[in-house]
């Protein structure tokens, strides 16, 4: 008989609004001054264990790391179907980019959950969209792992994967232990029920660990265990440019022809000057 699945479900707090203030000096997001929210993609990974649960028998860890307030995206897991949870939080770890948030994150699973079978992550974060995070767990674990996941089949302790890489359907298989990362194509994530919410902040417990508790040396997490550099924070700005064409519909169809004929005809499939040809 195989024994239940365990399923890590790794998990993000993020901006609910996407226009906030930087810290200049850090180049960090002010994140106390917005409400926060399960990252978009995480809800994706949450639902895909979900659906594993469902389907086999399982067991979801939910493990996020953040300050106090990220208990909040922890609740919402155990409303969602989580079983457990837990919160990685220490003041030493703030600041992190992902090289360190990934390392703290793999220490975490090796400390609580060293004998998970699967790991599931966002393929992206809606605060920083770097996809690195997932990528940088399978290297710190060892294990093996495929990124941009929309359907998993699982066959005894082999993991079939579908993904869509350059426009083909890939199938991929993996053994169990490993890491995905899962996209936002496919299986929107279930509502939270009232009722599980509620049940969420009254009957379940929520695991704390910190660095100590890691056994992670303070200069490797962190700020100071952060080789990445914020150089400069700016929002994009789109640019463009208005064109004023006049006279008859005939002449300015025809300029529209003379001015853009690549655009339209990369629009049309069709070599601009065949097409006019051919009508």
């Not at 639902?47 to 995206?73: F, H, P, Q, R, W």
């Not at 302790?157 to 350059?166: E, K, T």
């Not at 890691?214 to 929002?235: H, M, R, W």
Request: aromatic share 4%; net charge negative; glycine share 6%.
């Amino acid at each position: 008989m195989m024994k239940m699945l365990k399923l890590v479900t790794c998990i993000k707090q993020v901006p609910m609004v996407s226009e906030l203030p930087w810290d200049p000096r850090t180049g960090t997001l002010k994140r106390n001054l917005a409400d926060g929210m399960i990252n978009p993609a995480c809800r994706y990974a949450l639902e895909a264990a979900l659906i594993l649960k469902n389907t086999y028998g399982a067991e979801i860890t939910a493990i996020t790391m953040g300050s106090d307030i990220a208990e909040e995206v922890l609740r919402e897991a155990f409303a969602m179907g989580a079983d457990r949870g837990i919160l990685v939080s220490d003041p030493k770890m703030a600041g992190a980019d992902t090289l360190a948030t990934s390392l703290v994150l793999s220490r975490a699973v090796q400390t609580a959950c060293a004998d998970f079978d699967l790991i599931l992550c966002g393929c992206h974060t809606s605060d920083s969209e770097t996809a690195q995070v997932g990528p940088q767990m399978i290297e710190e674990l060892d294990i093996p792992g495929v990124t941009y996941v929309d359907r998993l089949e699982l066959d005894g302790r082999l993991l079939r994967l579908q993904r869509l890489s350059d426009n083909f359907i890939e199938t991929l298989e993996m053994e169990l232990p490993g890491l995905v990362t899962i996209t936002t194509q496919r299986q929107a994530p279930r509502y939270v029920p009232l009722a599980g919410l509620q049940d969420a902040f009254t009957d379940k417990d929520i695991s704390r660990l910190s660095l100590e508790d890691l056994d992670l040396d303070p200069e490797l997490t962190g700020a100071k265990g952060s080789p990445t550099k914020i150089i400069n924070v700016f929002s994009p700005t789109a640019e463009k440019d208005n064109i004023i064409m006049k006279g008859s519909a005939r002449k300015i169809v025809q300029q529209l022809f003379d001015q853009f004929d690549d655009k339209i005809g990369g629009a049309i499939g069709k070599d601009i000057k065949d097409y006019q040809e051919s009508q």
